[in-house]
């Protein structure tokens, strides 16, 4: 893979993930035409291959020519917006505020948020970010039930209630990305990370609050490999281990993508799961064997005993034209062999894995994006035998938001016109809630030595098979129209209505939800939720 070496360019300047905004790059990322890193996100703003469209989006509506101070602020450009001879820096304020209506549960809803970020360069080697929120939100019930049983706003941070539906919340991202030298990016932050060319991630996904990590990113030519350590915390595993009992944990993760062709590409990672306090207050020392930076620890884990939990999986993608990319993941957990390839169910295999395809211009309609995704996880994976060591962040999963024991399907369209931006999303899911006090398998903050369906003893079943428990659908619809008003920090007016359902024989949830607001930043909020618990 390191036979062939490009000319690799100097990258620093991160712009935040949101699959809203990144998919508008889709006709340059996927075009047959170029070898662009895609599975791996937050992308570097100044990539040679997004540079020309980047610039584009964010400069839209500036026609060159002079206009009041005013109109420039709220049309065109930063609210502080300087550039040197050697360095640039802007700062915002990023206004969120809305009204709407539950109508299914009659309830008035809203959000109040305000937030500011600042950011810059210094040289061509440094650069940095910060984005900061305080918030408010009347949220409607199936959302409510979320928080409620989680504590977690939904992807953003710890909720503090203030009304039956009501929350008040906290967040921060922030960065510092330095690259020496053109082969090399360090990047220390508290943000996300994705992996994958889809709207989920089997593997890590950008739902779970932001964490503190400390990320390496080499780039030779076709090669672009990735390593990261992160510091995390478990609220879940607090509440599991008992009174005075506060625990952090560690993950390290690896992932190498290879662009093999313009049209191939294949992706390889690695995940583990370490804590320093086990369920029972017994502190442990940091293992420093996962400093090594290089791929596929799992052999030096199993020689240290295998106390820690290891997930490997692999993506891959292959253009099948300029307009229709086929990408795919496999997530890997737990593996048994002899019972692997039969059809007994064993609790022991966990694995997940998504197929789709995606693409631009769809029917020649210029900037009609499009993506059409199928993603499923068998029951227990992602869970563990200890509650510290499941694959979670802040109580909630690193990868899929539902957890495991899912089938998803969920197609997504966007299009755009001047400054009108329309969106929508159909997703329908079929998942097995636990029932009865017995374990089945979605929920991953439970232990998977528990299955339901034991068979000899506690860490063995038989069995089991996706959407086993309460079984339950979900449909879920959105449209969105906006009216982009600022283009720098994604300043807009949006319309949006949700329809969502949520059946089993235990209880039938209906949503019907309406909102207006004036939006702003990149930030992604993820209304798609299926249920943490029945309820």
Same mark, same amino acid.
């Given at each position: 893979?390191?036979?062939?070496?490009?000319?690799?360019?100097?990258?620093?300047?991160?712009?935040?993930?949101?699959?809203?905004?990144?998919?508008?790059?889709?006709?340059?990322?996927?075009?047959?035409?170029?070898?662009?890193?895609?599975?791996?996100?937050?992308?570097?703003?100044?990539?040679?291959?997004?540079?020309?469209?980047?610039?584009?989006?964010?400069?839209?509506?500036?026609?060159?020519?002079?206009?009041?101070?005013?109109?420039?602020?709220?049309?065109?450009?930063?609210?502080?917006?300087?550039?040197?001879?050697?360095?640039?820096?802007?700062?915002?304020?990023?206004?969120?505020?809305?009204?709407?209506?539950?109508?299914?549960?009659?309830?008035?809803?809203?959000?109040?948020?305000?937030?500011?970020?600042?950011?810059?360069?210094?040289?061509? !080697?440094?650069?940095?970010?910060?984005?900061?929120?305080?918030?408010?939100?009347?949220?409607?019930?199936?959302?409510?039930?979320?928080?409620?049983?989680?504590?977690?706003?939904?992807?953003?941070?710890?909720?503090?209630?203030?009304?039956?539906?009501?929350?008040?919340?906290?967040?921060?991202?922030?960065?510092?990305?330095?690259?020496?030298?053109?082969?090399?990016?360090?990047?220390?932050?508290?943000?996300?990370?994705?992996?994958?060319?889809?709207?989920?991630?089997?593997?890590?996904?950008?739902?779970?609050?932001?964490?503190?990590?400390? !990320?390496?990113?080499?780039?030779?030519?076709?090669?672009?490999?990735?390593?990261?350590?992160?510091?995390?915390?478990?609220?879940?595993?607090?509440?599991?281990?008992?009174?005075?009992?506060?625990?952090?944990?560690?993950?390290?993760?690896?992932?190498?993508?290879?662009?093999?062709?313009?049209?191939?590409?294949?992706?390889?990672?690695?995940?583990?799961?370490?804590?320093?306090?086990?369920?029972?207050?017994?502190?442990?020392?940091?293992?420093?064997?996962?400093?090594?930076?290089?791929?596929?620890?799992?052999?030096?884990?199993?020689?240290?005993?295998?106390?820690?939990?290891?997930?490997?999986?692999?993506?891959?993608?292959? !253009?099948?034209?300029?307009?229709?990319?086929?990408?795919?993941?496999?997530?890997?957990?737990?593996?048994?062999?002899?019972?692997?390839?039969?059809?007994?169910?064993?609790?022991?295999?966990?694995?997940?894995?998504?197929?789709?395809?995606?693409?631009?211009?769809?029917?020649?309609?210029?900037?009609?994006?499009?993506?059409?995704?199928?993603?499923?996880?068998?029951?227990?994976?992602?869970?563990?035998?200890?509650?510290?060591?499941?694959?979670?962040?802040?109580?909630?999963?690193?990868?899929?938001?539902?957890?495991?024991?899912?089938?998803?399907?969920?197609?997504?369209?966007?299009?755009?016109?001047?400054?009108?931006?329309?969106?929508?999303?159909?997703?329908?899911?079929?998942?097995?809630?636990?029932?009865?006090?017995?374990?089945?398998?979605?929920?991953?903050?439970?232990?998977?030595?528990?299955?339901?369906?034991?068979?000899?003893?506690?860490?063995?079943?038989?069995?089991?098979?996706?959407?086993?428990?309460?079984?339950?659908?979900?449909?879920?619809?959105?449209?969105?129209?906006?009216?982009?008003?600022?283009?720098?920090?994604?300043?807009?007016?949006?319309?949006?209505?949700?329809?969502?359902?949520?059946?089993?024989?235990?209880?039938?949830?209906?949503?019907?939800?309406?909102?207006?607001?004036?939006?702003?930043?990149?930030?992604?909020?993820?209304?798609?939720?299926?249920?943490?618990?029945?309820?």
């Amino acid at each position: 893979m390191f036979s062939i070496i490009g000319v690799a360019r100097s990258q620093s300047e991160y712009q935040p993930y949101s699959y809203q905004f990144y998919q508008k790059l889709d006709v340059d990322l996927y075009s047959t035409k170029t070898r662009a890193f895609t599975s791996m996100r937050p992308f570097f703003a100044d990539d040679s291959v997004l540079k020309q469209r980047y610039d584009s989006l964010m400069n839209y509506g500036n026609d060159g020519r002079q206009h009041s101070w005013s109109h420039q602020k709220l049309f065109n450009e930063h609210l502080i917006d300087v550039k040197g001879t050697n360095s640039t820096f802007y700062a915002d304020l990023l206004p969120d505020v809305g009204i709407g209506r539950d109508i299914s549960g009659k309830l008035n809803t809203s959000v109040t948020s305000l937030g500011a970020q600042f950011g810059g360069t210094v040289g061509k !080697k440094f650069f940095y970010y910060f984005a900061g929120y305080e918030n408010s939100a009347v949220l409607p019930e199936y959302i409510s039930t979320y928080i409620n049983q989680t504590g977690i706003i939904p992807g953003q941070a710890g909720a503090r209630t203030y009304s039956a539906n009501g929350y008040d919340w906290s967040n921060y991202t922030a960065l510092l990305s330095y690259t020496p030298i053109k082969y090399l990016n360090i990047t220390l932050g508290n943000d996300k990370t994705f992996i994958g060319d889809g709207y989920r991630s089997e593997l890590l996904s950008d739902f779970a609050s932001a964490y503190p990590f400390l !990320k390496l990113t080499g780039t030779l030519g076709n090669v672009r490999y990735m390593a990261m350590w992160a510091y995390m915390d478990d609220p879940v595993a607090d509440i599991n281990a008992g009174d005075n009992i506060s625990r952090k944990k560690f993950a390290v993760f690896h992932y190498l993508d290879w662009n093999v062709s313009n049209r191939v590409s294949l992706g390889f990672f690695d995940a583990i799961i370490s804590y320093t306090v086990d369920d029972k207050g017994n502190k442990r020392p940091f293992d420093f064997t996962y400093i090594n930076p290089v791929i596929f620890l799992r052999p030096v884990e199993a020689q240290n005993g295998s106390p820690d939990n290891a997930l490997i999986g692999g993506t891959a993608k292959y !253009k099948m034209s300029d307009h229709v990319t086929v990408y795919g993941q496999f997530a890997l957990d737990e593996f048994q062999a002899k019972d692997f390839f039969s059809s007994d169910g064993s609790s022991r295999n966990k694995y997940a894995w998504q197929i789709g395809f995606r693409g631009a211009d769809l029917f020649s309609v210029k900037g009609l994006n499009y993506l059409a995704e199928y993603n499923t996880a068998k029951p227990f994976t992602y869970s563990e035998r200890s509650y510290i060591e499941n694959y979670s962040d802040n109580g909630e999963p690193l990868a899929h938001p539902w957890g495991a024991n899912f089938r998803e399907w969920v197609g997504l369209l966007n299009y755009s016109y001047k400054r009108f931006d329309f969106s929508g999303e159909a997703d329908f899911g079929r998942y097995g809630f636990d029932e009865n006090g017995m374990n089945f398998g979605k929920n991953i903050f439970e232990l998977y030595t528990t299955p339901a369906r034991a068979v000899g003893n506690a860490n063995y079943s038989l069995g089991n098979y996706t959407g086993q428990g309460l079984t339950t659908n979900l449909v879920y619809l959105e449209g969105k129209v906006a009216f982009l008003l600022n283009p720098k920090y994604n300043l807009r007016i949006e319309l949006g209505a949700i329809y969502r359902t949520e059946d089993n024989s235990q209880f039938n949830d209906r949503t019907t939800w309406f909102t207006l607001g004036l939006r702003s930043s990149f930030r992604t909020f993820y209304n798609d939720l299926a249920s943490f618990l029945p309820h």
